[in-house]
């Protein structure tokens, strides 16, 4: 299931995602921000004991994979320049290298890694360089300064401040551990970092393999390349046309509402939703602005976890919309329509903190005005046939309550309960209909049923992996048996019904789309 700033804070270098559910660990911003100025003072004392003792170990690097010692000038240049030149073709105990911008564009050869010794490399699995994905660590102001930017769409920089990724604000924006990708330090953690102090927050985010919130043992992530930043490093003879500073004349407002694309991702959605749902909402999108519809319909997730799933489809359609509208109109009329947006989606969970996750998540990703989270026990059918009725929903722009005509689209990625799913299935279509002496569940005709779950591949196949449980597991017929019966007349019709693996380990996952019809 899904875990799941500002258009300035991303640089579309690539439209490539990559894949899904990072670990998410979620701290306090107080602990975040205490720990990082605790990081800076401890680098500038680094900086200024080395400056008093002379031949500290801080003057003089030693780098023994490659037997050279590089004499360790007192700038921050020289730095990046020298260990970028001594470690460029040998990773790290750590299993990176620290490399100059120039060398990050050259690509990076993708690896086996040794199980048995963290993330160490033992061998290439490919002859091509691949750029690997950059997260930029720095603040958002820093960013918005001075950051690298192409026309081409390649390749994939983000900017994630390492101190919304310790309070956890943004760490559900990191990729999985299983994908590789490079790091750029901000300046005041150059020292810090290169001392390998087993204090250095970002060591300890990135590259530990004990957590020190749980001293649990867990799987680093995969820093293949690190950049350490400089003056010198925006200076690079090979990079000066990619360099881009906001006291450009072609510098790209944040707030500009017309220009609204969806921002650069190291995750990846689930398929059903990228390539079944996605497609489905886009074609609503164009037949509702062709009969000027104004007042948006609801899009629910119902076990939405961190709400990515959410944040693609809302950020997706969006983009969609604002460029159809872009293309049929001026932009005079624009301004009148794009506060107008025709969906509004929902992420439903049980889980207390999943408003904590979801929320910085579509703020900071530009879509809190079409999304909200809601806190609900699906078991209770009552309060869900009245999340799915209401005719009110706030603006989170305004924070004013807003009409909305009915439910379009209810989905679940890797999220079952069995009673809502038949809940679901023997909904009425108009309110004429529904017993009165039960709980019953109104949905229109054209409301679209979508889910992707672990599921046997066959009528007659076993279960044989140990998570998740085969009890939470659904026969491959037990989802169009349930849309399909026509014991009282057939209210759905099977739009999708397929089975593909996960990504992981090779599981099986039905991708079921239906949708009402009577």
Not at 142 to 158: C, G, N, R, W, Y
Not at 422 to 439: C, L, M
Not at 484 to 489: E, I, M, V, Y
Request: aromatic fraction near 8%; include cysteine.
């Amino acid at each position: 299931m899904d875990g799941k700033t500002s258009f300035g804070n991303s640089v579309a270098l690539s439209k490539t995602p990559f894949w899904r559910e990072p670990s998410l660990q979620i701290h306090k911003k107080s602990k975040a921000q205490a720990k990082i100025k605790s990081d800076v003072d401890r680098a500038s004392y680094h900086r200024a004991s080395a400056s008093d003792r002379g031949n500290s170990r801080y003057s003089t690097m030693e780098v023994a994979e490659r037997g050279v010692s590089c004499k360790r000038k007192r700038d921050d240049s020289a730095i990046s320049t020298a260990m970028a030149a001594s470690f460029h073709s040998s990773p790290s105990s750590n299993g990176y290298e620290i490399v100059t911008f120039t060398r990050w564009l050259d690509g990076w050869s993708s690896s086996v890694i040794d199980s048995n010794n963290n993330n160490n490399i033992i061998s290439s699995t490919n002859e091509t360089n691949d750029i690997l994905p950059l997260v930029d660590l720095r603040t958002y102001e820093e960013f918005d300064k001075t950051h690298l930017h192409t026309d081409d769409a390649t390749p994939l920089i983000v900017n994630l401040p390492l101190e919304t990724l310790l309070s956890g604000e943004r760490s559900c924006e990191l990729p999985p551990r299983h994908v590789e990708f490079a790091i750029l330090v901000p300046s005041t953690y150059t020292d810090l970092f290169l001392s390998c102090n087993s204090q250095c927050s970002i060591h300890n985010l990135f590259l530990a393999s004990k957590s020190s919130a749980t001293q649990q043992s867990r799987k680093p992530w995969l820093v293949r390349q690190v950049i350490l930043e400089s003056e010198d490093l925006w200076n690079e003879e090979g990079i000066l046309n990619y360099i881009k500073r906001n006291t450009d004349a072609s510098y790209e407002s944040k707030g500009n509402a017309l220009s609204f694309r969806a921002l650069p991702r190291l995750w990846k959605p689930d398929p059903l939703v990228s390539s079944g749902l996605l497609p489905l909402l886009k074609d609503w999108i164009s037949k509702a602005e062709g009969n000027h519809q104004r007042i948006p319909c609801t899009v629910f997730d119902l076990g939405s976890g961190a709400g990515r799933d959410v944040c693609y489809l809302a950020e997706e359609t969006k983009a969609f919309y604002h460029n159809s509208i872009l293309q049929q109109h001026t932009k005079e009329q624009n301004k009148l329509h794009c506060n107008q947006f025709p969906l509004h989606f929902v992420g439903i969970d049980n889980h207390k903190g999943s408003a904590r996750r979801c929320e910085p998540l579509w703020r900071n990703r530009r879509i809190d005005d079409i999304t909200t989270s809601h806190l609900m026990n699906l078991n209770k059918l009552d309060l869900v046939s009245d999340c799915f009725t209401n005719t009110t929903f706030i603006d989170q722009a305004t924070k004013s309550e807003k009409s909305q005509t009915a439910v379009l689209c209810i989905y679940a990625i890797r999220f079952l309960n069995r009673k809502l799913l038949s809940y679901i299935a023997s909904s009425a279509s108009s309110i004429e209909n529904i017993d009165h002496e039960s709980p019953s569940l109104y949905l229109p005709i054209g409301t679209i049923m979508a889910m992707s779950h672990f599921c046997k591949p066959t009528k007659t196949a076993e279960w044989n992996f140990d998570h998740p449980k085969v009890s939470n597991v659904l026969d491959r017929d037990e989802l169009s048996t349930l849309f399909g019966n026509k014991s009282d007349g057939e209210k759905w019709s099977i739009l999708k019904d397929d089975i593909c693996q996960d990504g992981d380990h090779g599981r099986t996952l039905i991708q079921f789309i239906a949708r009402k019809i009577a």
